[in-house]
């Protein structure tokens, strides 16, 4: 139902939400996803997940075809750093970000306190000492490939191609940038969550799914991590947060068809 001219009630079981006018993409999002769910008592925020694997995951090297990514709360071993779906809700994505995370620690294992100090970067730089001048080039690689995702049986990105999420600035870390001068402490970072990709169309994700994440590779590549560091892959997805969805989009969907 319609009230005055920029707005509309949306029903919800502790009484009607006002929506306001959906002057960006992510309000017209999220007015979507309240008209959705308010009605079945469930709430939707702004949030993200974050997803790493790391790419050495033993003192031995390792060979990279691809690189899967688990997303569920549940699922294999949680790094500290990361933000996983709970099994009870849904998460609407509106944009993606990847990033290399890398920092001191031991080759596999880096303990919860090094992980949490890890630096996030948009490239392969070889003057930090996680990727190194050797995996500079070989992470190149990894920027040929391509992003996937499927969700039990349905390929919902075929192949998103990586070098998308692909960012060198005119600042960067371990660079010298004038005579006589010291190595840059930071490589720059020129907007929010620099590395990010609008996704259209929106994905929104169940935590009762099978959900699948994963970059190939255009072939496979030797990579050895240098000493006493470790890198990531790393999966920002921001969007909305569907608290207590899961059930009730699996409901939705029956209805549907």
């Known amino acids: ?3 005055g001219r920029y707005n509309s009630r949306i029903k919800a079981q502790g009484g009607d939400i006002l929506a306001a006018k959906a002057f960006s993409r992510k309000q017209a999002v ?5 008209a959705q769910y308010a009605g079945q008592g469930v709430i939707t925020t702004p949030g993200y997940l974050r997803l790493e694997t790391l790419l050495q995951s033993g003192a031995t090297a390792t060979s990279l075809s691809t690189i899967a990514f688990n997303t569920l709360d ?3 071993t949680k790094q500290p ?5 709970k099994l009870s809700d849904t998460f609407t994505v509106t944009g993606i970000s990847f990033y290399l995370g890398g920092g001191s620690g031991t080759i596999g294992a880096p303990s919860a306190t090094e992980q949490a100090q890890e630096l996030l970067h948009t490239f ?6 996680a990727i190194g001048a050797t995996n500079a080039t070989v992470l190149e690689a990894l920027y040929n490939g391509f992003l ?3 969700v039990d049986t349905t390929t919902f990105l075929d192949s998103l191609p990586m070098r998308a999420f692909y960012r060198v600035g005119d600042v960067q870390q371990g660079t010298v940038t004038a005579t006589g001068g010291t190595a840059t402490n930071k490589s720059g970072w020129y907007s929010s969550m620099y590395g990010r990709n609008e996704l259209l169309p929106t994905i929104e994700l169940n935590g009762q799914a099978n959900i699948e994440w994963s970059i190939t590779l255009p072939t496979t590549v030797a990579y050895t991590q240098p000493p006493s560091t470790f890198l990531n ?6 969007g909305f947060l569907n608290q207590g969805a899961a059930t009730v989009q699996r409901q939705v969907q ?3 068809r």
């Open 254 to 256: 029956r209805r549907l």
């Open 148 to 150: 996937s995702l499927r």
């Open 30 to 34: 999220f007015n979507e996803k309240a």
């Open 81 to 85: 750093t990361e933000r996983r779906l």
């Open 124 to 129: 392969p730089n070889q003057q930090v000492t």
């Open 233 to 238: 892959a790393v999966i920002v997805l921001d």
């Open 74 to 76: 549940t699922s294999g």
């Open 1 to 3: 139902m319609r009230t």
